[in-house]
């Protein structure tokens, strides 16, 4: 896949997390994207060093299945690192 690639697979995976795993986040769209990217290369890192597996193309369901789980972990991270800063009041 090449860098479009990367950043409409970012896109939608951070979209699919979000609708995964709402609530109210500090970051806006941008940030969402950013994350979905991060969890996109977090997943084939996963995939490739847990799971003895590799991202396949674009459309394949291996793909998507290891960018949502990276991107549901760097949004937990996120959360925890974040929004533990917002919530001293």
């Given at each position: 896949m090449?860098?479009?690639?990367?950043?409409?697979l970012g896109?939608?995976?951070?979209?699919?997390?979000?609708?995964?795993?709402p609530g109210r986040?500090?970051?806006?769209?941008v940030i969402t994207i950013l994350l979905g990217i991060g969890g996109a290369l977090l997943g084939g890192w996963i995939g490739?060093?847990?799971?003895?597996?590799?991202?396949?193309?674009?459309f394949d369901l291996r793909t998507?299945?290891?960018?949502i789980l990276g991107a549901l972990v760097i949004l937990v991270?996120?959360?925890?690192?974040?929004?533990?800063?917002?919530?001293?009041?």
């Open positions: 090449g860098v479009l690639g990367w950043i409409v896109l939608l995976a951070g979209g699919i997390a979000k609708l995964l795993m986040d500090p970051g806006g769209c490739r060093n847990a799971f003895d597996t590799d991202l396949g193309t674009f998507w299945g290891l960018a991270l996120y959360r925890v690192v974040i929004g533990s800063g917002r919530r001293r009041d």
